[in-house]
């Protein structure tokens, strides 16, 4: 892997997402007590179709655009923004992806200065998350493959660190959980970047139904 990719995948970097268990909090209310199979079920139903969206916005960002004889580079993904909440019925999850696509897009933009990400930050307001991983790949000069598996990844481990607040137990025992899953990520990540067809439509009812219940608590740890 890139190492400006590790760089965006270690949990210190500033994007927001410690303050997201991404559906762990209110599943764990609910009584769920296997974190690895709703860490299975999210890679299936919402991280792989985020991946692809990720790599769909970096790919726009990096091809050329010409006008009359000169290229320019086309930074400009809001029709990507709204092909992606298309696919997001819940408004929280919606919102709750922007403010985290408005953080990784902040700290982006002091980590890797010259104006480019700071234009697409006054050019696109309402970016959510996996299209503006796609376009911080594309600043950091990531390919493909290395944006696919930091979106994998970054749903994981962001649900297993959520489980150790949550949960009673061993930090080793989470990070075991990544371990286990790291040939899958890998499978994962190199289809999702070889894929050229139509972007996926997969459904999480569950988590998008409980996304509102989860606001609506008086006492919570996340804010998603």
Known sequence: MDPLALLLADSRFPSGSYAHSLGLEQAVNDGLTDVPAFIRARLRLVAAADARFAVEARRSCIQPVYRGQTPVYMWDTRALDREWAARTPSPVLREGARRLGAQLLRSAAAVWPGGVIASYRVESTGTPRPIALGVVAAAAGLGDEDVALLAL?????????????????????????????????????????????????AAAVAIELAAPIHREQRERLFAS
């Open 153 to 201: 990844y970054d749903d994981a481990a962001t649900v297993a660190s959520a489980a150790l607040k949550l949960l009673p137990l061993d930090p080793a025992v989470t990070a075991r959980w990544l371990a286990d899953l790291a040939p899958q990520l890998s499978l994962m990540a190199r289809s999702v970047a070889l894929d050229r067809g139509p972007l996926p439509a």
